[in-house]
């Protein structure tokens, strides 16, 4: 009894490998019934995710989940985003089941080697962001979405797949905050463009200029903490990114 | 045996039937009618129509992913336009040139009536299968449904705004429809143990309606055949007397609903003589239902005139529809489109499309 208890802490004190957690490189986001989603923001219950912040069945947990990474891969930004806002709660949200548990057991381990509070604030879920995010959040409620090296979807027949497009961003600007920020990057460049010009058209979002992105800490993260981000500086390649703001209509 | 028409619909005095590629349509005051061929040479099926306000126009799309807009006085086709995918629900515009259509694959567009050639225009998309779509009477909001249990309510014309979302659901929806005589408040119905009343502009519940409940006892009660599951039809509604009346695949009753003192309560329950395929109210309050036709159906379309004691109005009307094609057999599985919406039903068969092929492969392998 005391044997595996004490295997099992030592486990989670272990950081979890990622060669023991990949899967098929694209997931395909249509078909998904077997995800657990609840039936409104309202009835989701946070406190497996962040116990520190939530506890089960309470009326009195008045935290709500300010950023997003959609399709957090192996978790970097997570990581490297818990100390930077340690008032804010972060989740992941991905949808292969094998990178997500990796994602999980990471948090677990750091939890576990940091006795204050330190990466309390994030979490990760399985989930298919471009069907559920109005399942889990409300309007207005996030002030920060990611959206780092998507998936490209090169085909022209597998674009709607994108997760940056004009009906998902009518989505994403329904769930931030006026003023709030939407996060892009990727290496593709044919991809960057295409978000970039989708972004530019839609008329809820306003993009930052570069230059005056020089003080925000989300770009370093988002360029060099997320494992997709190493890779490409690992292999010379390009690194692109846009920021954009979500403005207020005045029908609105 | 005669094909059944599988869709009605009723609009300012005319009212369409559809079999098969064919629309029937009579005015109900004028007495003129006239027939359409949508498709003579694929003959493929009528997937959803929808009149213009005044009944002048009507829109037609087919399973071949043709939208065809059809002068109902002439019968002449004005446009034909090529859809991206199957239209699920069309909605006019109040003035009657522009058309909004709901389709299998998510996206919501609008097409213009006459300019043949104009391109369409994209207004939104949900990730998930359109079921219906309404507009709402001011345009002020254009409300989609799908098959993951979302209503969605989108500001009109400025599409790129979500006004909310109505969640509640934990089924598909087929069918929503707006209560008359009120500006804020829709019925929605699909493979759930509960009908909505929704607050669309606030996105509240106002009232539930336990369906299941309903359903079981009028079974019992009258000694009907059980069904597996419950699948809204239609929902179609009558203003001057404020009735929503609601029917079911598979199930010959229709639950008749008043509106009065901001709830939706029961004030009848018909039990009808065939399965139900469609219905429509005209402005006599009157319900036209289609009738699934087997051995023992008379009529393919029977009008229900009163509800208690209830009373089928006069044969004569009839006439015109009386006839369809003739064919040998009606497979009752063919008309039931909505219960296939269901995660499970449609799990199910995609199981054994898969097994189907994996088999399929081996066979090759082994040759
Ligand atoms: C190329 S990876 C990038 C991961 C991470 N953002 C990074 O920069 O290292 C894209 C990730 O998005 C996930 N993904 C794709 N579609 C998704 C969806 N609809 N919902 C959630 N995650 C999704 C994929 O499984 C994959 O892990």
Redesign the interface.
Known sequence: MEDSEQTNKEDILKLPRKRFFRQRAHAN??SD?DLIYP??PEEMDWSPFYPKYFSKNSKDNTKKIDFIDVGCGYGGLLVALAPLFPDKLILGMEIRSKVEDYVKQRIDALRAQNKDDLYQNISVMRMNA??FL??FFE?GQLSKMFFLFPDPHFKRKKH?NRII???????Y??LLKIGGLLYTATDVRELHEWMVEKCDN???FERIPDEELNDDPCIRCILHETEEGKKVARNKGDKHFAVYRRIQ?P?? | MKVPYHLIRYSNDCIAAVYNNKIKIKNLSTKETIELNQDETNKTSIRSIAFNNDASILAVASDDKKLKFWDVKTGKCLSIKNTPKKVNSIVFENHGKKILIADGFGDVYSYSVDEEDEEKESLLGHVSMLTDILLSKDEKYVITSDRDEKIRVTRYPKTYIIHNFCLGHKEYISKMQFIPNNNNLLLSGGGDDYLFLWDYINATIVQTINIKELINETITKNNLTLIDSYNVKEITTYSKENLVAVCFERLPVIFIFEFIENKLSLKYTVITENLILDIAFDNQGRIWITNFVDENTKETITILSKFSPVEYDTKEELIFFKNTEECEKNDINKYMTVENLRKEVLDAKKAQQELQEDIITKKQKIE
């Open positions: 986001p249509f019934h039936l409104k471009m069907k109005p399942n309007h709607k497009s004009p009906n998902l961003l009518a989505e600007a329904y839609h008329p809820l209509d029908d609105e």
